[in-house]
């Protein structure tokens, strides 16, 4: 039988210790299992992945800092564990090379990676805009052909886009680099699944019955509200386009990207091996610095995604 009372399952002191905490000014939190700190396991998983993500950057440096017999004699491990002034050695004739202008490669790559990136958040944010509130004859026709060229591998096109770039005289010219990729499907599927959910048609109807254009709405709307998925997008498609090697290899002559560097360092007839591993470490490191000013923007345009989603 009830007796109307609640039974004080957190000991007799419960009342005391909150009481204190509460005239201090930091009130005991209720106990919400979703909050939960992770255990031991969670923490173990993540140091394994971040091992295994990491040691293929870590043996480069590694492989770097050694020379050629050193790393004959080293089959089956790493020729060293720390760093050696080798490394140093290597990075100064990757950067003095005479095969190649470094620094034009690396400004080549950062040119087309940005202006790549930020037409595919413009137009995939449009696109997406336009499926995901628009209502317009065709729209869910549209949109299914979209998604459905996701599952034609890009290496399909390398014929007839190589010949409309050889129409074009965009040979060897960084044009043949950044036109194909100003959009892609993912980024609009990316962006219509997000605007759908993170856009209320209230915010469009409003602007709209207040005199904005379509485009003022989509500019002043839309744009802002998509801004975390649209920093993932973006940073997403900066590492796909800096890391590209097959395209520009097919494109490309005397012109280099980042990734093409890394061929010009084979020697005819021998291979450098710690040379060539630290031009892979030098076209490596300036995704660790974008990564590590973008990473809060990509976790929260995730985790934005998912909650949405």
Do not use: C
């Amino acid at each position: 039988m009830s007796t109307g009372f609640i039974e004080n399952t957190a000991g007799p002191g419960a009342a005391r210790y909150a009481q204190k905490r509460a005239a201090k000014g930091r009130p005991v939190q209720a106990h919400n299992p979703s909050t939960r700190r992770p255990g031991w396991l969670t923490y173990a998983l993540l140091v394994v992945v971040f091992v295994v993500s990491v040691f293929p950057l870590y043996a480069s440096a590694m492989y770097g800092s050694s020379t050629t017999q050193e790393i004959s004699r080293s089959v089956g491990s790493l020729p060293t564990w720390f760093p050696t002034l080798t490394l140093l050695d290597n990075f100064g004739e990757v950067l003095s090379a005479s095969q190649f202008n470094f620094w034009m490669a690396f400004a080549n790559s950062v040119l087309v990676a940005v202006a790549v990136s930020a037409s595919t958040v413009f137009f995939s944010t449009l696109a997406g805009f336009s499926f995901a509130k628009l209502t317009f004859r065709g729209r869910q026709a549209l949109y299914l052909t979209v998604i459905a060229t996701l599952a034609i591998p890009a290496q399909v096109g390398t014929i007839p886009m190589f010949v409309m770039m050889n129409d074009f005289g965009w040979i060897d010219s960084l044009l043949a680099l950044t036109v194909p990729g100003l959009v892609g499907a993912f980024g609009v599927f990316w962006m219509t699944q997000y605007l759908q959910e993170a856009l209320p048609f209230e915010l469009v109807e409003a602007a709209r019955v207040d005199g904005a254009s379509m485009f003022r709405t989509f500019w002043s709307i839309a744009l802002p509200a998509a801004r975390p998925a649209a920093a993932t997008l973006a940073l997403f498609t900066f590492v796909g386009s800096w890391n590209s090697f097959f395209w520009p290899a097919v494109v490309m002559r005397s012109q280099l990207t980042m990734p093409l560097v890394i061929p010009q360092l084979r020697g005819a007839f021998t291979t450098d091996t710690g040379l060539v591993m630290s031009g892979v470490f030098l076209v490596a490191a300036p995704l660790l610095i974008v990564f590590a000013f973008a990473g809060k923007q990509l976790v929260s345009g995730v985790m934005a995604g998912a909650v949405k989603g």
